[in-house]
């Protein structure tokens, strides 16, 4: 580790957040585990549960909203009144089943109070790091909150799932009501600079709504400008098939309770998840590795997931199963990590901002479609069906890119120019 990195981590409001922000994203992922399975279990519903998860990925698509609301808040207050209210919410739930009032109904009620506490988290970060972080080591905190948030989301939705299997969905909601507690205790030490505050304080006087119409003109603008540097460049077609893949997670997030419960019950569900969260783990830590080889190449290896996939859910070994379906999600883990790199080598630090923003709302927005079409379908057409047919979301990909000369013949990351995927350089924008 660098010193920059070691001196990130003598900063005692840095290591406040970063652990609160541990703690919070795993109370997330067990309450989000436990919900779709407690949903499957009382109503035995695909239907059900692909709503509720449909509801619980809305932050996706939500959080230019929740931008303005923070700015005009005190960040403090924010993040730990959110714990507050997730932990009261959550432990509400075991009491209520202790009482036999627990229902679906309760669990659509309690999903978007929980929904929204979890919008603001991501607002309050890119907020509050400038207040706590030099300005020379904000790259190696994000990259920290990033990378191991994201690897232990993945371990959390696993250990939920075991969770689930030996101990239950209602008392997996006690322990989950701990992890808010303790956030909200680790949030409480922070002590934010002082800096502007007669500022902040005129801004949070004004009233919200123009905050909010000044945002979405803002985000509007970035959007449009994203689309602007897009248009013609390969990256419009890459955005299509990641569009259509997260679709298929969102179907397979909403239908892998049923699945798992035809398997074996909760255990299986929770392998499945352990097993998703493993092999795009694996996939992440070994990407890098992937870089002097052909883009294209790498593109149409998630036609390899495709047929783990599929296989996983042909084969009648519940073992064999769960280890195809994580071995299906290497790919995918693969080819997030060499994207991300790609933009950052392809575009330009000032248009970085407003690439993400295109990026994320085009293929984000099928996440929570997903959940509610896979819930839908799979009543109709079953989930064992339905979850084969979700394979064609990584198959998608490897197909069109073999039907696309240009997509195949993409250089490899480490090599990778504007020119190779059409994106115009600032001299070429000007003549």
Excluded at 150 to 158: K, N
């Amino acid at each position: 580790m660098s010193t920059p990195d070691r001196t990130l981590w003598r900063n005692a409001d840095f290591r406040y957040f970063f652990v609160g922000q541990l703690v919070t994203n795993a109370g997330d992922s067990l309450y989000t585990v436990a919900m779709l399975w407690l949903a499957f279990e009382l109503s035995g519903s695909t239907l059900i549960t692909g709503t509720l998860n449909a509801i619980l990925l809305l932050p996706w698509l939500l959080q230019v909203f929740a931008g303005p609301l923070v700015d005009r808040l005190s960040l403090e207050r924010v993040l730990v009144g959110s714990q507050i209210i997730q932990g009261i919410v959550v432990l509400a739930l075991p009491l209520m089943a202790a009482t036999g009032d627990l229902h679906v109904g309760i669990l659509f009620a309690v999903a978007p109070v929980l929904m929204l506490a979890s919008l603001v988290m991501a607002p309050i970060e890119t907020a509050l790091l400038p207040r706590i972080v030099d300005d020379e080591r904000l790259s190696s905190a994000n990259a920290a909150l990033s990378t191991v948030t994201l690897g232990l989301d993945m371990m959390f939705d696993a250990l939920g799932g075991g969770f689930v299997a030996v101990f239950g969905a209602t008392t997996l909601f006690l322990v989950d009501s701990a992890t808010f507690v303790v956030a909200a205790l680790l949030f409480a030490g922070l002590r934010l600079s002082t800096t502007g505050a007669d500022e902040c304080t005129e801004l949070r006087s004004e009233t919200v709504a123009p905050a909010v119409r000044s945002a979405l003109r803002s985000y509007v603008s970035d959007l449009r400008n994203g689309v602007a540097v897009l248009r013609g460049t390969v990256f419009v077609e890459l955005i299509l098939t990641t569009a259509v893949a997260n679709f298929t997670t969102g179907v397979t997030l909403a239908i892998l309770p049923a699945f798992g419960n035809g398997l074996g019950g909760p255990a299986v569900y929770g392998l499945l998840l352990g097993a998703l969260g493993i092999g795009r783990f694996v996939g992440s830590f070994v990407g890098p590795w992937f870089e002097g080889v052909p883009y294209g190449k790498m593109l149409l290896s998630q036609g390899v997931g495709a047929c783990c996939w599929l296989a996983a859910v042909l084969v009648s070994p519940p073992a064999l199963t769960v280890f195809l379906f994580g071995l299906a999600w290497v790919p995918s883990g693969i080819s997030g990590v060499l994207s991300s790199t790609l933009n950052q080598r392809v575009f330009p630090d000032d248009l970085l901002g407003r690439i993400t923003a295109t990026k994320g709302t085009a293929s984000g927005a099928t996440l929570p479609l997903g959940s509610l079409v896979g819930g839908a379908a799979a009543e109709g057409l079953g989930t064992t069906t339905t979850m084969a047919l979700t394979a064609s979301g990584f198959a998608f990909t490897a197909v069109y890119v073999l039907l696309r000369p240009r997509l195949r013949r993409l250089p490899p990351v480490r090599a990778a120019e504007p020119d190779d995927f059409g994106v115009q350089t600032e001299a070429e924008q000007v003549a």
